[in-house]
C-alpha cells in the first residue's frame, strides 16, 4: 500500500528525490515519516510531516539539506534529497508510524559514492 | 535526543522458549509512548507493541509489552520459527523519533 521509488546512485554532493505512492488507505488522515536503515544496521528516523503537510521535522544529521512534502490529491509523499553525502547511503523507507495499524513501503536503495 | 539501548545484542534461543528483550531509555519516556517492531530479512519492519503494553492489529497474544519510565521489556512466549527476527523498540515521546540498536532472537 507504499510504493517507494526513485532511489539509485548518485555522487557526493548531487541530489535525488525519493517518492512513496499510498494506495488502500485514507492518506491524507496520517502523518507520514521517512526511515532510513544502512543494510544490517538498525533504524533512523529521517523526518516526519503532518496530514496537511503543513508541519515537517526532521532529524538534524539531514536538517538543511532533505525536505520532505506531499501531495495529498495524488497520495504522494516525497523525500527531496540535497548535498548528499557518503553517509546518506542506505534503504529509505516511507511510513505512517500508525498504531494499531502501521503502514511500510518495501524500501528504495540510496547509494552515495563516486 | 533520546538514546534507547537494547539488551542482550543477540539471544540465541530454541522454538518454545520465552524470550525477555529489553529497551533502556537515555531520559523518562513520557506518556509511555514507546513501541516494538519486527524485522526479517529483506522486509521492512512491522509494528507490534505500542504505548509500552498495547498489542498491534493482528498481533497475537504471545508478544507483550511492559515496563515504564526508563526501562521496558518485549517478551515472546512460545517462541515459534516464525519468531527469529531482529526486535527494535522505538520513542516517540520527544523529536528526533530514535531507534534502539535492535536484539536479533535467533535459533
Known amino acids: 500500500q507504499l510504493v517507494e521509488s526513485g532511489g539509485g546512485l548518485v555522487q557526493p554532493g548531487g541530489s535525488l528525490r525519493l517518492s512513496c505512492a499510498a494506495s488502500g488507505l485514507t492518506f491524507d488522515r496520517y502523518w507520514m515519516h521517512w526511515v532510513r536503515q544502512i543494510p544490517g544496521k538498525g533504524l533512523m528516523w529521517v523526518g516526519e510531516i503532518d496530514s496537511s503537510g503543513s508541519t515537517t521535522n526532521y532529524a538534524d544529521s539531514v536538517k538543511g539539506r532533505f525536505s520532505i512534502f506531499r501531495d495529498n490529491a495524488k497520495n504522494m509523499l516525497y523525500l527531496q534529497m540535497n548535498s548528499l553525502k557518503v553517509e546518506d547511503t542506505a534503504v529509505y523507507y516511507c511510513?505512517?508510524?500508525?498504531?494499531?495499524?502501521?503502514?511500510w513501503g518495501q524500501g528504495t536503495q540510496v547509494t552515495v559514492s563516486s | 535526543e533520546i538514546v534507547l539501548t537494547q539488551s542482550p545484542g543477540t539471544l540465541s534461543l530454541s522454538p518454545g522458549e520465552t524470550a525477555t528483550l529489553s529497551c533502556r531509555a537515555s531520559q523518562s519516556i513520557k506518556n509511555n509512548f514507546l513501541s516494538w517492531y519486527q524485522q526479517k530479512p529483506g522486509q521492512a519492519p512491522r509494528l507490534l507493541i505500542y504505548g509500552v503494553y498495547h498489542r498491534a492489529t493482528g498481533i497475537p497474544d504471545r508478544f507483550s509489552g511492559g515496563g515504564s519510565g526508563t526501562d521496558f521489556t518485549l517478551t515472546i512466549s512460545r517462541l515459534g520459527p516464525e519468531d527469529f527476527a531482529v526486535y527494535y523498540c522505538?520513542?516517540?515521546?520527544?523529536?528526533?523519533?530514535?531507534f534502539g540498536q535492535g536484539t536479533k532472537v535467533e535459533i
Open positions: 522505538e520513542q516517540y515521546s520527544d523529536l528526533p523519533r530514535t
Open positions: 511510513a505512517n508510524l500508525g498504531a494499531p495499524t502501521d503502514y
